[in-house]
């Protein structure tokens, strides 16, 4: 290899290792930023969860309160298993490609990676329905205000596009998948839509979290 093109390969390298550590160290400082600083979980209120898979955040919340009753934007018919006695509703969203064709992180191609880093994807709605999900490390209970839930709510019809919508089946009989609006970018990915959906509703999180650990740190363990 001539001795020109290794130095700039070299410097390509150098300039990428450069890059990543950047962006890594501006994540955890935006992350440990918080939004909403003097927010605590009140006495009363509605019970949400926050729930990882150490990549991937999502809101769970009651499938029917008399806030909101999420039967009627997600329908269990839409589901491949609509009999169960499901009470919880998950929501989160990402970007389309990667849910739609990455069932496990090991379908995910590096083209794919690099075609999200550098001119982003469309974004899309996974909604999965649980039955009276259990606390655990990487799902936390959140206790907020009826006023905050309205305000939760109210963002996240916000991404609901109006029926008739496109569906897409889930990875398991008990999830699916809604075409919505959105661009997904490495500044807007799937967990900064969890915590600007807390930051909205006027919960503690952090400013910029583009990775699980950035929103979750803000969520106790339960």
Not at 46 to 56: A, D, L, R, S
Not at 174 to 194: I, L, S
Request: charged letters at 20%; hydrophobic letters at 40%.
């Amino acid at each position: 290899m001539a001795p020109r093109l290794l130095k700039a390969l070299r410097l390509a390298l150098a300039g990428i290792a450069i890059a990543i550590a950047a962006f890594l160290l501006t994540a955890w400082a935006g992350s440990a930023i918080p939004r909403n600083a003097e927010w605590r979980e009140p006495g009363q209120g509605v019970t949400i969860m926050v729930e990882t898979n150490g990549i991937h955040t999502a809101l769970v919340m009651p499938l029917v309160t008399p806030i909101k009753d999420w039967r009627m934007d997600f329908p269990a018919r839409d589901l491949t298993d609509p009999a169960r006695p499901y009470t919880h509703v998950s929501v989160s969203w990402g970007e389309r490609e990667v849910f739609l064709e990455t069932p496990t992180w090991a379908d995910l191609s590096p083209i794919t990676v690099l075609r999200i880093l550098f001119s982003g994807g469309d974004g899309i709605l996974h909604v999965a329905h649980y039955v009276r999900p259990a606390p655990a490390d990487d799902i936390r209970p959140l206790r907020i205000s009826e006023a905050q839930y309205r305000r939760l709510v109210g963002r996240i019809e916000a991404s609901v596009p109006p029926a008739p919508r496109r569906s897409y089946p889930g990875y398991d009989s008990h999830d699916v998948f809604y075409e919505t609006t959105g661009r997904y970018t490495f500044t807007n990915t799937c967990n900064q839509w969890t915590s600007d959906t807390l930051a909205e509703a006027g919960i503690r999180t952090g400013w910029w979290t583009p990775f699980a650990g950035g929103v979750m740190k803000w969520v106790p363990k339960a």
